[in-house]
């Protein structure tokens, strides 16, 4: 499915005139009557606008992953609804971090469990020698 607004050039919440003046002035005759079969009657608009959005999302999940089509794709309706990878917040990257650091904690967590009862069983014998050192000092 190609992006109809952005190939005509105008913004999706656009008002029915200035997409009516952007069909007009468009020079491709299978975009224009695309354009006018879709885009001018008010059920079929707001079919297209429900996959638009969601095409749109789409390919703003693809860019926060860093996909994107290859260079033979470029130009085409394939295309459309791609955006530039966002590699600086790659939503992957960060998903990633956050696995790292929860297997670092459940790590550390897991060494000081098997250390636990070691740690008891000393405390309760510094306990019990220090009563008995005490206990023979003081009496």
């Known amino acids: 499915m190609r992006d109809l607004y952005k190939r005509l050039g105008v913004e999706p919440t656009a008002d029915d005139t200035t997409i009516g003046a952007a069909i007009d002035a468009c020079d491709n005759s299978a975009l224009k009557a695309d354009a006018a079969a879709v885009l001018s009657v008010g059920a079929r608009r707001e ?3 429900g996959l638009h ?6 390919g703003r999940l693809r860019a926060r992953l ?3 089509h290859g260079a033979h794709w470029l ?6 609804f791609s955006l530039a990878p966002d590699l600086a917040q790659s939503r992957h990257d960060e998903l990633v971090a956050k ?6 904690g459940q790590a550390r967590l897991t060494r000081w469990r098997r250390l636990l009862p070691w740690l008891i069983i000393a405390g309760f014998t510094l306990i019990a020698a220090g009563g008995f050192l005490a206990g023979r000092w003081l009496g």
């Open 47 to 49: 079919a297209y606008d």
């Open 53 to 58: 959005g969601m095409l749109s999302e789409l």
């Open 66 to 68: 860093g996909l994107t």
């Open 75 to 80: 130009g085409s309706v394939a295309n459309d």
């Open 99 to 104: 696995l790292d650091a929860a297997v670092v």
